[in-house]
């Protein structure tokens, strides 16, 4: 299988940086499984097109794909992250 290329937003970048130790190492883990198509928490957000959450603990990666692109705009808590 092809692999996906993950890219950062600018704000993901800057959420990506703050997060404690532990959670960027989790976050690490699932987007490398993401970008080896390997199986993960992966749900679509209702009412959006081809935007996806990924859950690690009590943070949530929002992704939107493209081709074979995967772009991370926002890393936030549960209550921060859908607004």
């Given at each position: 299988?092809?692999?996906?290329?993950?890219?950062?937003s600018?704000?993901?970048?800057?959420?990506?940086?703050?997060?404690?130790?532990?959670?960027k190492?989790?976050?690490?883990?699932?987007?490398?499984?993401l970008?080896?198509?390997?199986?993960?928490d992966?749900?679509?957000?209702?009412?959006?097109r081809?935007?996806y959450?990924?859950?690690?603990?009590?943070?949530?990666?929002?992704?939107r794909?493209?081709?074979?692109?995967?772009?991370?705009?926002?890393?936030?808590?549960?209550?921060?992250?859908?607004k």
């Amino acid at each position: 299988m092809e692999r996906l290329e993950v890219k950062f937003s600018k704000d993901a970048s800057k959420q990506y940086k703050k997060l404690p130790k532990e959670y960027k190492t989790l976050v690490d883990i699932a987007l490398y499984r993401l970008s080896e198509t390997l199986e993960l928490d992966l749900k679509s957000i209702e009412g959006e097109r081809d935007v996806y959450r990924v859950r690690i603990g009590k943070y949530r990666v929002l992704l939107r794909k493209f081709d074979r692109t995967v772009l991370v705009f926002r890393i936030s808590t549960r209550g921060g992250a859908y607004k």
